[in-house]
T-cell receptor
Framework: GAVVSQHPSRVICKSGTSVKIECRSL??????MFWYRQFPKKSLMLMAT?????????EQGVEKDKFLINHASLTLSTLTVTSAHPEDSSFYIC????????????FGQGTRLTVV | DAKTTQPPSMDCAEGRAANLPCNHS???????VYWYRQIHSQGPQYIIH???NNETNEMASLIITEDRKSSTLILPHATLRDTAVYYC????????????FGKGTTLSVSS
């Protein structure tokens, strides 16, 4: 299947700093990318949907000023967790699909964020 | 998305077939059924999807009932590496629609 690369796989940061997570589609054009977060023993929760070149659409309860999403190209989306706090510690996962093809979505490997 | 219902957990002996059921009684005529799995601390992995007909690929088979109200994912010869949470999803058939994950079925394969 298609490959989605997410980086970094793990990151530890201090409270108050910002962290950027990258998500790249390696062999297809990702017109739409999705960001999820997952707490231990819970299912994935959709945070936001972004279409290339447009502003992201955030799910209810997700602060757009805290979780900045950029999707400036068809192969790259970034999620920046601004002014991170310990409660932001979680597993963040990106997903990408080419909506023009109506194919399945593919997922990155996930990023384990720990805020200390 | 059509609501899907899956058993919370299942056990399977290594080498045997694992049959994972999913109910999606409210599915619309043009909504596909997708199956993904998530192995611990990894991103979800696409397995298979189908609309009406049964589907098979190198990973699994998908059997969809004629009325499309339920389906079964079959792993023909389960291995220890198939231990994972399996998600059955029936997303709204619109371009750009996100997959919404339920609780899935935790499959435990043991030797």
């Amino acid at each position: 299947g298609a490959v989605v690369s997410q980086h970094p796989s793990r990151v530890i940061c201090k409270s108050g700093t910002s962290v950027k997570i990258e998500c790249r589609s390696l062999d297809f054009q990702a017109t739409t990318m999705f960001w999820y977060r997952q707490f231990p023993k819970k299912s994935l929760m959709l945070m936001a949907t972004s279409n290339e070149g447009s502003k992201a659409t955030y799910e209810q309860g997700v602060e757009k000023d805290k979780f900045l999403i950029n999707h400036a190209s068809l192969t790259l989306s970034t999620l920046t967790v601004t002014s991170a706090h310990p409660e932001d510690s979680s597993f963040y996962i990106c997903s990408a699909r080419d909506s023009r093809q109506n194919t399945e979505a593919f997922f990155g490997q996930g990023t384990r964020l720990t805020v200390v | 998305d059509a609501k899907t219902t899956q058993p919370p957990s299942m056990d399977c002996a290594e080498g045997r077939a694992a049959n994972l059921p999913c109910n999606h009684s409210t599915i619309s005529g043009n909504e596909y059924v997708y199956w993904y799995r998530q192995i611990h601390s990894q991103g979800p992995q696409y397995i298979i999807h189908g609309l009406k007909n049964n589907e098979t690929n190198e990973m699994a088979s998908l059997i969809i009932t004629e009325d499309r109200k339920s389906s079964t994912l079959i792993l023909p010869h389960a291995t220890l590496r198939d231990t994972a949470v399996y998600y059955c999803i029936a997303p709204t058939n619109q371009a750009g629609t996100a997959l919404i994950f339920g609780k899935g079925t935790t499959l435990s394969v043991s030797s």
